[in-house]
Protein backbone atom coordinates (compact mmCIF):
# COMPACT_ATOMS: atom_id res chain seq x y z
CA UNK A 1 0.00 0.00 0.00
CA UNK A 2 1.31 3.65 -0.83
CA UNK A 3 1.08 6.07 1.65
CA UNK A 4 0.21 9.47 0.18
CA UNK A 5 1.04 11.75 2.90
CA UNK A 6 4.52 10.39 2.98
CA UNK A 7 4.95 12.11 -0.73
CA UNK A 8 4.34 15.11 0.38
CA UNK A 9 5.19 17.85 2.15
CA UNK A 10 3.62 19.29 5.18
CA UNK A 11 3.40 22.72 3.23
CA UNK A 12 1.55 20.88 0.18
CA UNK A 13 -0.80 18.72 2.08
CA UNK A 14 -1.83 21.42 4.23
CA UNK A 15 -2.76 23.68 0.73
CA UNK A 16 -4.66 20.66 -0.63
CA UNK A 17 -6.18 20.28 2.04
CA UNK A 18 -7.89 22.96 3.90
CA UNK A 19 -6.36 21.60 7.24
CA UNK A 20 -3.91 23.38 8.92
CA UNK A 21 -1.00 20.97 9.83
CA UNK A 22 2.10 23.62 10.65
CA UNK A 23 1.69 26.21 13.31
CA UNK A 24 1.58 30.27 12.31
CA UNK A 25 3.82 32.39 13.55
CA UNK A 26 0.69 33.39 15.80
CA UNK A 27 0.06 30.17 17.02
CA UNK A 28 4.14 30.56 18.22
CA UNK A 29 4.29 33.76 19.58
CA UNK A 30 3.56 33.70 23.75
CA UNK A 31 0.21 35.76 24.30
CA UNK A 32 1.04 38.29 26.51
CA UNK A 33 -1.19 39.27 29.68
CA UNK A 34 -2.20 42.86 30.08
CA UNK A 35 0.40 45.16 31.62
CA UNK A 36 0.16 45.51 35.62
CA UNK A 37 -1.17 48.89 36.88
CA UNK A 38 1.60 51.77 37.96
CA UNK A 39 2.91 50.46 41.20
CA UNK A 40 1.42 52.10 44.35
CA UNK A 41 -1.69 53.59 42.06
CA UNK A 42 -5.46 52.99 43.54
CA UNK A 43 -7.49 51.21 40.65
CA UNK A 44 -11.11 51.93 41.12
CA UNK A 45 -13.12 48.76 41.74
CA UNK A 46 -14.60 48.42 38.40
CA UNK A 47 -11.12 48.94 36.31
CA UNK A 48 -9.58 46.43 38.74
CA UNK A 49 -11.94 44.28 37.64
CA UNK A 50 -11.52 44.64 33.62
CA UNK A 51 -8.02 44.51 34.53
CA UNK A 52 -8.97 40.62 36.02
CA UNK A 53 -10.86 40.16 32.97
CA UNK A 54 -8.20 40.99 30.92
CA UNK A 55 -5.46 38.82 32.72
CA UNK A 56 -7.76 35.59 32.62
CA UNK A 57 -8.67 36.49 28.79
CA UNK A 58 -5.04 36.17 28.23
CA UNK A 59 -4.41 33.24 30.58
CA UNK A 60 -7.03 31.11 28.18
CA UNK A 61 -5.71 32.32 25.13
CA UNK A 62 -2.61 31.24 26.14
CA UNK A 63 -4.10 27.99 27.43
CA UNK A 64 -5.73 27.62 24.22
CA UNK A 65 -2.94 28.44 22.22
CA UNK A 66 -0.56 25.59 24.06
CA UNK A 67 -3.40 23.05 23.13
CA UNK A 68 -3.38 24.12 19.51
CA UNK A 69 0.15 23.37 19.12
CA UNK A 70 0.06 20.09 21.17
CA UNK A 71 -2.45 19.10 18.34
CA UNK A 72 -0.62 20.37 15.44
CA UNK A 73 2.37 18.69 16.61
CA UNK A 74 0.19 15.08 16.92
CA UNK A 75 -1.40 15.76 13.68
CA UNK A 76 2.63 16.01 12.27
CA UNK A 77 3.59 13.10 14.15
CA UNK A 78 0.87 10.84 11.97
CA UNK A 79 1.84 12.09 9.21
CA UNK A 80 5.61 11.27 9.32
CA UNK A 81 4.27 7.67 11.32
CA UNK A 82 5.29 4.32 9.42
CA UNK A 83 2.27 2.20 9.12
Known sequence: AEII???F???TLQQ???VQILPT???L???QPPP???QGAQLPPQAQQQYQAAVQAAQQAEQQRQAKLAKLQSIQQL???RL
Request: hydrophobic residues 20%.
Open 5 to 7: PAK
Open 9 to 11: SHE
Open 16 to 18: MTG
Open 25 to 27: QQD
Open 29 to 31: TPV
Open 36 to 38: PPP
Open 79 to 81: LTQ
